[in-house]
């Protein structure tokens, strides 16, 4: 008999991409799809859905229960460049959420949890080349220290009470198929659309930032692959580093001029410059390869020619 998996913020940029994709693997009635908010047309059309604030314990319950759910993906978060807005309301999404499925886990109505956490845990004291996966950790950002503290309580939980919690730290996302949530890598997905519609881009990065960036289908693939992986094979119940490229705007300015030779990129840098400066130029992800045979597909030759082919 297949598992039933509830997705938590599926209508998100990952969310979205990760539903399809398990729906595909698992079957359209096993996964179900759950947000704040109504998704786009593909994914309302391919299976179940259910009106959900993360925030809720018992809403997540009722659903929990009614669909017999074994296993829960949270991908509902603030991200990083809203949460400097909004502070508090950040970190009661972000923090709140994840009591809601650790608990749940904890007595034991489901079995399984994946949680994402993200490169963003750094700070700018962490060592800038080739991101160790134990380091110094000391976030600058609302979002930071939300995932910062994630990643500590989902070790606890696991420790404490042996909840099957499992998390990788996500780079900067790319992807053609669902626009970015309010990250400070969202550049890095709006220079493609405006490449093809105004052959212009204004970064808000500056020349130089160079940061940890994956496309989308790499990291639908890590995501479903340490969920899938063996439990024994896990020695890392926080978050697992994940790499696959780095770069910084003007590298993905000149892969974009190879294909569109008169793009041009001009560069005016607003406050997420600081939220980019205190985060690492590249990951050592090396724990998650050895431990569960990670290894990602697309470098930003091929990202660049799969988002140019499929926007266009």
Same mark, same amino acid.
């Given at each position: 008999?297949?598992?039933?998996?509830?997705?938590?913020?599926? $209508?998100?940029?990952?969310?979205?991409?990760?539903?399809?994709?398990?729906?595909?693997?698992?079957?359209?009635?096993?996964?179900?799809?759950?947000?704040?908010?109504?998704?786009?047309?593909?994914?309302?059309?391919?299976?179940?859905?259910?009106?959900?604030?993360?925030?809720?314990?018992?809403?997540?319950?009722?659903?929990?229960?009614?669909?017999?759910?074994?296993?829960?993906?949270?991908?509902?978060?603030?991200?990083?460049?809203?949460?400097?807005?909004?502070?508090?309301?950040?970190?009661?999404?972000?923090?709140?959420?994840?009591?809601?499925?650790?608990?749940?886990?904890?007595?034991?109505?489901?079995?399984?949890?994946?949680?994402?956490?993200?490169?963003?845990?750094?700070?700018?004291?962490?060592?800038?080349?080739?991101?160790?996966?134990?380091?110094?950790?000391?976030?600058?950002?609302?979002?930071?220290?939300?995932?910062?503290?994630?990643?500590?309580? $989902?070790?606890?939980?696991?420790?404490?009470?042996?909840?099957?919690?499992?998390?990788?730290?996500?780079?900067?996302?790319?992807?053609?198929?669902?626009?970015?949530?309010?990250?400070?890598?969202?550049?890095?997905?709006?220079?493609?659309?405006?490449?093809?519609?105004?052959?212009?881009?204004?970064?808000?990065?500056?020349?130089?930032?160079?940061?940890?960036?994956?496309?989308?289908?790499?990291?639908?693939?890590?995501?479903?692959?340490?969920?899938?992986?063996?439990?024994?094979?896990?020695?890392?119940?926080?978050?697992?580093?994940?790499?696959?490229?780095?770069?910084?705007?003007?590298?993905?300015?000149?892969?974009?001029?190879?294909?569109?030779?008169?793009?041009?990129?001009?560069?005016?840098?607003?406050?997420?410059?600081?939220?980019?400066?205190?985060?690492?130029?590249?990951?050592?992800?090396?724990?998650?390869?050895?431990?569960?045979?990670?290894?990602?597909?697309?470098?930003?030759?091929?990202?660049?020619?799969?988002?140019?082919?499929?926007?266009?």
């Amino acid at each position: 008999m297949a598992k039933n998996i509830l997705i938590i913020g599926a $209508c998100g940029q990952i969310g979205t991409e990760l539903t399809l994709a398990l729906r595909e693997k698992y079957g359209n009635d096993h996964v179900i799809a759950s947000d704040i908010r109504e998704g786009g047309e593909s994914l309302m059309a391919s299976g179940p859905f259910e009106s959900l604030d993360a925030t809720q314990y018992s809403a997540i319950e009722d659903v929990v229960m009614h669909y017999e759910i074994e296993e829960v993906y949270l991908m509902a978060a603030m991200l990083s460049a809203t949460a400097e807005k909004f502070p508090m309301r950040a970190w009661n999404l972000n923090m709140n959420s994840l009591f809601n499925v650790l608990n749940l886990a904890k007595e034991g109505k489901i079995s399984k949890v994946f949680w994402p956490s993200s490169i963003a845990v750094f700070g700018p004291n962490t060592p800038k080349e080739n991101t160790s996966q134990n380091t110094i950790m000391e976030p600058s950002t609302v979002y930071g220290i939300s995932k910062q503290s994630g990643e500590r309580w $989902c070790e606890y939980y696991f420790k404490k009470y042996g909840v099957d919690v499992r998390s990788v730290r996500y780079p900067g996302l790319i992807s053609w198929k669902t626009l970015p949530g309010g990250g400070t890598t969202d550049y890095a997905v709006e220079i493609y659309h405006e490449a093809i519609k105004n052959k212009r881009y204004t970064s808000f990065l500056q020349k130089g930032t160079k940061l940890p960036m994956m496309f989308m289908e790499d990291a639908i693939k890590a995501t479903m692959a340490i969920m899938e992986a063996p439990t024994e094979h896990l020695n890392i119940r926080s978050s697992y580093n994940l790499a696959a490229m780095s770069f910084a705007p003007e590298e993905i300015a000149s892969s974009i001029t190879a294909e569109i030779p008169d793009f041009i990129i001009d560069y005016e840098p607003d406050f997420r410059q600081e939220i980019a400066d205190s985060w690492p130029s590249s990951i050592d992800d090396s724990q998650a390869r050895k431990d569960w045979g990670w290894e990602p597909s697309f470098d930003l030759k091929n990202t660049t020619k799969e988002m140019l082919t499929n926007l266009n």
